[in-house]
Protein backbone atom coordinates (compact mmCIF):
# COMPACT_ATOMS: atom_id res chain seq x y z
CA UNK A 1 0.00 0.00 0.00
CA UNK A 2 2.84 2.14 0.90
CA UNK A 3 4.54 1.64 -2.18
CA UNK A 4 1.37 2.24 -4.29
CA UNK A 5 1.10 5.70 -2.78
CA UNK A 6 4.85 6.76 -3.25
CA UNK A 7 4.52 5.60 -6.87
CA UNK A 8 1.33 8.06 -7.38
CA UNK A 9 2.91 11.23 -5.72
CA UNK A 10 6.22 9.74 -8.01
CA UNK A 11 3.72 9.81 -11.33
CA UNK A 12 2.34 13.02 -10.11
CA UNK A 13 5.61 15.04 -9.97
CA UNK A 14 6.43 13.55 -13.21
CA UNK A 15 3.35 14.85 -14.92
CA UNK A 16 3.79 18.23 -12.77
CA UNK A 17 7.00 18.70 -14.73
CA UNK A 18 5.97 17.51 -17.96
CA UNK A 19 3.37 20.12 -17.90
CA UNK A 20 5.74 22.47 -16.85
CA UNK A 21 8.28 21.46 -19.88
CA UNK A 22 5.02 21.86 -22.17
CA UNK A 23 4.51 25.64 -21.44
CA UNK A 24 7.75 26.14 -21.65
CA UNK A 25 8.12 25.05 -24.98
CA UNK A 26 4.68 27.18 -26.17
CA UNK A 27 6.10 29.87 -24.38
CA UNK A 28 9.10 29.44 -26.94
CA UNK A 29 7.14 28.78 -29.58
CA UNK A 30 4.81 32.27 -29.57
CA UNK A 31 7.46 33.89 -29.31
CA UNK A 32 9.67 32.40 -32.32
CA UNK A 33 6.73 33.09 -34.07
CA UNK A 34 5.59 36.74 -33.00
CA UNK A 35 8.91 37.91 -34.97
CA UNK A 36 7.61 36.09 -38.22
CA UNK A 37 3.97 37.44 -37.48
CA UNK A 38 4.73 40.46 -37.13
CA UNK A 39 7.02 40.65 -40.17
CA UNK A 40 4.22 39.33 -41.97
CA UNK A 41 1.97 42.07 -40.62
CA UNK A 42 4.63 44.37 -42.37
CA UNK A 43 4.46 42.75 -45.74
CA UNK A 44 0.52 42.16 -45.92
CA UNK A 45 -0.67 45.71 -44.79
CA UNK A 46 1.23 48.23 -46.50
CA UNK A 47 -0.57 51.25 -44.25
CA UNK A 48 0.09 49.42 -40.97
CA UNK A 49 3.07 51.38 -39.26
CA UNK A 50 5.15 50.32 -36.26
CA UNK A 51 3.17 52.42 -33.96
CA UNK A 52 -0.06 51.15 -35.09
CA UNK A 53 0.94 47.74 -34.66
CA UNK A 54 2.73 47.86 -31.51
CA UNK A 55 -0.22 50.01 -30.08
CA UNK A 56 -3.12 47.67 -31.36
CA UNK A 57 -0.61 44.70 -29.62
CA UNK A 58 -0.36 46.36 -26.31
CA UNK A 59 -4.24 47.17 -26.73
CA UNK A 60 -5.48 43.41 -27.45
CA UNK A 61 -2.54 42.28 -24.06
CA UNK A 62 -4.23 44.85 -21.72
CA UNK A 63 -7.83 43.97 -22.78
CA UNK A 64 -6.96 40.41 -21.31
CA UNK A 65 -4.92 40.96 -18.60
CA UNK A 66 -6.04 43.80 -16.92
CA UNK A 67 -9.62 42.34 -16.37
CA UNK A 68 -8.98 39.18 -15.90
CA UNK A 69 -6.94 39.54 -12.99
CA UNK A 70 -8.76 42.35 -11.84
CA UNK A 71 -11.72 39.47 -11.85
CA UNK A 72 -9.33 37.02 -9.98
CA UNK A 73 -7.93 40.00 -7.43
CA UNK A 74 -4.64 38.92 -8.41
CA UNK A 75 -3.75 42.30 -9.83
CA UNK A 76 -1.33 43.77 -6.76
CA UNK A 77 -1.69 47.38 -6.34
CA UNK A 78 2.11 49.60 -6.60
CA UNK A 79 3.39 50.88 -3.48
CA UNK A 80 3.97 54.66 -3.66
CA UNK A 81 7.31 54.79 -3.83
CA UNK A 82 7.68 52.16 -6.76
CA UNK A 83 5.38 54.16 -9.12
CA UNK A 84 8.31 56.31 -11.00
CA UNK A 85 10.12 52.77 -11.42
CA UNK A 86 6.90 50.99 -13.21
CA UNK A 87 6.93 54.45 -15.60
CA UNK A 88 10.79 54.18 -15.95
CA UNK A 89 10.37 50.37 -16.64
CA UNK A 90 7.73 51.01 -19.45
CA UNK A 91 8.99 53.43 -20.62
CA UNK A 92 12.44 51.05 -21.75
CA UNK A 93 9.99 48.22 -22.72
CA UNK A 94 7.45 47.95 -24.26
CA UNK A 95 7.67 51.56 -25.05
CA UNK A 96 11.90 51.73 -26.67
CA UNK A 97 12.08 48.22 -26.71
CA UNK A 98 9.17 47.55 -29.36
CA UNK A 99 10.05 50.39 -31.20
CA UNK A 100 13.12 49.11 -31.63
CA UNK A 101 12.55 45.29 -32.36
CA UNK A 102 9.52 46.27 -34.64
CA UNK A 103 11.50 48.70 -36.65
CA UNK A 104 14.11 46.03 -36.87
CA UNK A 105 12.05 43.16 -38.01
CA UNK A 106 10.10 45.44 -40.22
CA UNK A 107 13.67 46.07 -42.29
CA UNK A 108 15.25 42.63 -41.99
CA UNK A 109 14.19 39.07 -42.29
CA UNK A 110 12.11 37.82 -38.54
CA UNK A 111 14.97 34.56 -38.32
CA UNK A 112 17.85 37.41 -38.30
CA UNK A 113 15.51 39.45 -36.13
CA UNK A 114 15.02 36.84 -33.26
CA UNK A 115 18.93 35.78 -33.88
CA UNK A 116 20.04 39.03 -32.32
CA UNK A 117 17.00 39.66 -29.86
CA UNK A 118 18.07 36.00 -28.25
CA UNK A 119 22.04 37.55 -27.49
CA UNK A 120 20.56 39.83 -24.73
CA UNK A 121 21.19 37.22 -21.98
CA UNK A 122 24.87 37.57 -23.25
CA UNK A 123 24.70 41.31 -22.56
CA UNK A 124 22.50 41.45 -19.40
CA UNK A 125 25.68 40.66 -17.24
CA UNK A 126 27.57 43.52 -18.64
CA UNK A 127 24.80 45.97 -17.39
CA UNK A 128 24.85 44.40 -14.16
CA UNK A 129 28.69 45.04 -14.10
CA UNK A 130 27.85 48.68 -15.34
CA UNK A 131 25.47 48.90 -12.86
CA UNK A 132 26.13 46.67 -9.74
CA UNK A 133 29.64 45.69 -10.18
CA UNK A 134 28.72 41.91 -10.99
CA UNK A 135 31.63 39.84 -12.08
CA UNK A 136 31.67 38.60 -15.30
CA UNK A 137 33.42 35.27 -16.36
CA UNK A 138 35.70 33.74 -19.25
CA UNK A 139 32.23 31.44 -20.62
CA UNK A 140 30.35 34.96 -21.01
CA UNK A 141 32.88 36.36 -23.07
CA UNK A 142 33.40 33.76 -25.29
CA UNK A 143 29.99 33.22 -25.56
CA UNK A 144 29.79 36.57 -27.06
CA UNK A 145 32.29 36.09 -29.41
CA UNK A 146 30.50 33.22 -30.70
CA UNK A 147 27.17 34.73 -30.70
CA UNK A 148 28.41 37.48 -33.21
CA UNK A 149 30.44 35.06 -35.08
CA UNK A 150 26.85 33.81 -35.87
CA UNK A 151 24.95 36.31 -36.76
CA UNK A 152 27.87 37.09 -38.90
CA UNK A 153 27.20 33.84 -41.15
CA UNK A 154 23.43 34.49 -41.11
CA UNK A 155 24.44 38.07 -43.07
CA UNK A 156 27.71 36.88 -45.29
CA UNK A 157 25.75 33.11 -46.26
CA UNK A 158 21.89 34.58 -47.04
CA UNK A 159 20.99 37.97 -45.49
CA UNK A 160 23.28 40.05 -46.74
CA UNK A 161 23.71 43.91 -45.65
CA UNK A 162 19.95 43.37 -47.31
CA UNK A 163 18.82 43.05 -43.84
CA UNK A 164 20.43 46.65 -44.21
CA UNK A 165 22.26 48.47 -41.38
CA UNK A 166 19.47 50.45 -40.48
CA UNK A 167 17.26 47.18 -39.33
CA UNK A 168 20.96 45.92 -37.25
CA UNK A 169 21.06 49.43 -35.61
CA UNK A 170 16.98 49.37 -34.58
CA UNK A 171 17.76 45.49 -33.43
CA UNK A 172 20.96 46.39 -31.92
CA UNK A 173 19.65 49.38 -29.72
CA UNK A 174 16.87 46.88 -28.52
CA UNK A 175 19.30 44.68 -26.99
CA UNK A 176 20.68 47.92 -25.57
CA UNK A 177 17.29 49.00 -24.13
CA UNK A 178 16.35 45.43 -22.52
CA UNK A 179 19.87 45.94 -20.26
CA UNK A 180 18.74 48.69 -19.29
CA UNK A 181 15.37 47.53 -18.91
CA UNK A 182 16.89 44.31 -16.85
CA UNK A 183 18.75 46.96 -14.28
CA UNK A 184 15.02 49.15 -13.55
CA UNK A 185 13.59 45.69 -13.13
CA UNK A 186 15.80 44.47 -9.89
CA UNK A 187 14.74 47.95 -8.25
CA UNK A 188 11.15 46.04 -7.55
CA UNK A 189 11.04 42.34 -9.13
CA UNK A 190 11.27 41.16 -5.53
CA UNK A 191 7.86 42.69 -4.30
CA UNK A 192 5.41 41.91 -7.51
CA UNK A 193 4.38 38.89 -8.84
CA UNK A 194 6.35 38.92 -12.95
CA UNK A 195 2.68 38.41 -14.20
CA UNK A 196 1.58 42.23 -11.91
CA UNK A 197 5.08 43.96 -13.23
CA UNK A 198 4.08 42.28 -16.87
CA UNK A 199 0.17 43.78 -16.90
CA UNK A 200 1.20 46.70 -15.05
CA UNK A 201 3.97 47.19 -18.14
CA UNK A 202 1.22 46.81 -21.12
CA UNK A 203 -0.97 49.24 -19.67
CA UNK A 204 1.61 52.05 -18.82
CA UNK A 205 2.69 50.87 -23.18
CA UNK A 206 -0.52 51.72 -23.95
CA UNK A 207 -0.93 55.01 -22.43
CA UNK A 208 2.46 56.03 -23.69
CA UNK A 209 2.04 54.88 -27.84
CA UNK A 210 -2.02 55.55 -27.97
CA UNK A 211 -1.19 59.64 -28.09
CA UNK A 212 1.83 58.82 -30.50
CA UNK A 213 0.24 56.64 -32.62
CA UNK A 214 -3.11 58.94 -32.94
CA UNK A 215 -0.48 61.86 -33.86
CA UNK A 216 2.13 60.66 -35.12
CA UNK A 217 0.14 57.88 -37.86
CA UNK A 218 -3.96 57.83 -36.88
CA UNK A 219 -4.33 58.93 -40.18
CA UNK A 220 -3.55 55.59 -41.75
CA UNK A 221 -5.99 53.71 -39.21
CA UNK A 222 -9.05 53.70 -42.00
CA UNK A 223 -6.62 52.70 -44.70
CA UNK A 224 -6.22 49.80 -43.38
CA UNK A 225 -7.82 46.67 -44.41
CA UNK A 226 -9.08 45.20 -41.05
CA UNK A 227 -9.09 42.05 -42.75
CA UNK A 228 -9.86 38.68 -40.67
CA UNK A 229 -6.11 37.68 -41.67
CA UNK A 230 -5.00 41.44 -40.33
CA UNK A 231 -7.35 40.85 -36.92
CA UNK A 232 -6.13 36.91 -36.41
CA UNK A 233 -2.48 38.04 -36.70
CA UNK A 234 -2.96 40.73 -33.73
CA UNK A 235 -4.94 38.84 -31.82
CA UNK A 236 -2.33 35.82 -31.66
CA UNK A 237 0.03 38.30 -31.25
CA UNK A 238 -1.57 40.31 -28.40
CA UNK A 239 -2.80 37.17 -26.60
CA UNK A 240 -0.24 34.45 -27.18
CA UNK A 241 2.97 36.03 -27.84
CA UNK A 242 2.44 39.14 -24.86
CA UNK A 243 0.06 37.76 -22.87
CA UNK A 244 0.20 33.68 -22.81
CA UNK A 245 3.67 33.56 -23.32
CA UNK A 246 5.00 35.96 -20.39
CA UNK A 247 2.28 33.59 -17.98
CA UNK A 248 3.70 30.30 -19.40
CA UNK A 249 7.17 31.10 -18.92
CA UNK A 250 6.62 32.38 -15.28
CA UNK A 251 4.77 29.06 -14.52
CA UNK A 252 8.42 27.63 -15.56
CA UNK A 253 10.63 29.81 -13.71
CA UNK A 254 8.42 29.11 -10.56
CA UNK A 255 8.52 25.50 -10.94
CA UNK A 256 12.03 25.22 -12.48
CA UNK A 257 14.09 28.12 -11.73
CA UNK A 258 14.68 31.04 -13.84
CA UNK A 259 18.53 29.38 -14.81
CA UNK A 260 16.84 26.23 -16.21
CA UNK A 261 13.39 27.66 -17.54
CA UNK A 262 15.86 30.39 -19.03
CA UNK A 263 17.46 27.27 -21.45
CA UNK A 264 13.98 26.59 -23.65
CA UNK A 265 14.23 30.39 -24.82
CA UNK A 266 17.66 29.40 -26.74
CA UNK A 267 15.40 27.71 -29.41
CA UNK A 268 13.16 30.65 -29.99
CA UNK A 269 15.20 30.74 -33.08
CA UNK A 270 14.96 27.94 -34.47
CA UNK A 271 11.03 28.10 -33.91
CA UNK A 272 11.26 31.50 -35.57
CA UNK A 273 13.06 29.88 -39.31
CA UNK A 274 10.65 27.04 -38.77
CA UNK A 275 7.42 29.43 -38.97
CA UNK A 276 9.28 32.01 -41.51
CA UNK A 277 9.75 28.59 -44.34
CA UNK A 278 6.39 26.89 -42.98
CA UNK A 279 4.52 30.13 -44.88
CA UNK A 280 6.93 31.11 -47.67
CA UNK A 281 8.42 33.90 -45.84
CA UNK A 282 11.63 32.95 -46.20
CA UNK A 283 13.49 30.03 -47.69
CA UNK A 284 15.88 27.30 -46.32
CA UNK A 285 19.73 27.91 -46.27
CA UNK A 286 22.38 25.52 -44.07
CA UNK A 287 23.88 29.45 -43.43
CA UNK A 288 20.65 30.18 -41.68
CA UNK A 289 20.90 26.97 -39.76
CA UNK A 290 24.71 26.84 -38.92
CA UNK A 291 24.33 30.47 -37.81
CA UNK A 292 21.79 29.80 -35.09
CA UNK A 293 23.29 26.89 -34.34
CA UNK A 294 26.07 29.11 -33.30
CA UNK A 295 24.25 31.53 -31.68
CA UNK A 296 22.22 29.22 -29.40
CA UNK A 297 25.52 27.37 -28.69
CA UNK A 298 27.23 30.67 -27.57
CA UNK A 299 24.17 31.89 -25.32
CA UNK A 300 23.76 28.22 -23.77
CA UNK A 301 28.02 28.36 -22.69
CA UNK A 302 27.12 32.20 -21.41
CA UNK A 303 24.63 30.39 -19.18
CA UNK A 304 26.28 27.62 -17.74
CA UNK A 305 26.76 26.87 -13.91
CA UNK A 306 28.48 29.96 -12.33
CA UNK A 307 28.63 31.84 -15.58
CA UNK A 308 26.15 34.58 -14.54
CA UNK A 309 26.69 37.08 -12.52
CA UNK A 310 25.25 36.39 -8.77
CA UNK A 311 22.06 38.42 -8.06
CA UNK A 312 21.55 39.23 -11.72
CA UNK A 313 17.49 38.44 -12.11
CA UNK A 314 16.79 38.69 -16.00
CA UNK A 315 13.41 37.98 -17.24
CA UNK A 316 12.91 36.55 -21.06
CA UNK A 317 12.95 39.36 -22.39
CA UNK A 318 12.66 39.12 -24.59
CA UNK A 319 12.68 38.30 -23.88
CA UNK A 320 17.14 37.02 -20.96
CA UNK A 321 13.83 38.57 -23.28
CA UNK A 322 11.07 38.77 -21.21
CA UNK A 323 10.56 40.07 -24.79
CA UNK A 324 8.61 39.79 -28.12
Known amino acids: MASTIRSRVRFKGVNKRVFTYIVLVLSTIFWGVSFIMTKELFLSEEHITVTILITLRLAVASAVMVPALALLRKLERVRKEDIKWFLLLALAEPFIYNLCETSGVQLVSGSLASVIVATIPLFV ?70 VTITTYQNLIGLVYYLPLMLLTDGGNLPLLSWSPKMLALLLVLGICCSTLAYVFYNVGVRKLGASEACIFNNAIPIFSLIAAILIGQEVFSWSKVAGIVIVITGVVISQLPGTRPSGSRAPRGRRGREQG
Open 125 to 194: PFGMWIGYRKKIGLPLLIGVVLSLVGVGVMLIGGEGLTGNLKGMFFLSGAVFIAVVYTLILVKIVDHYHP
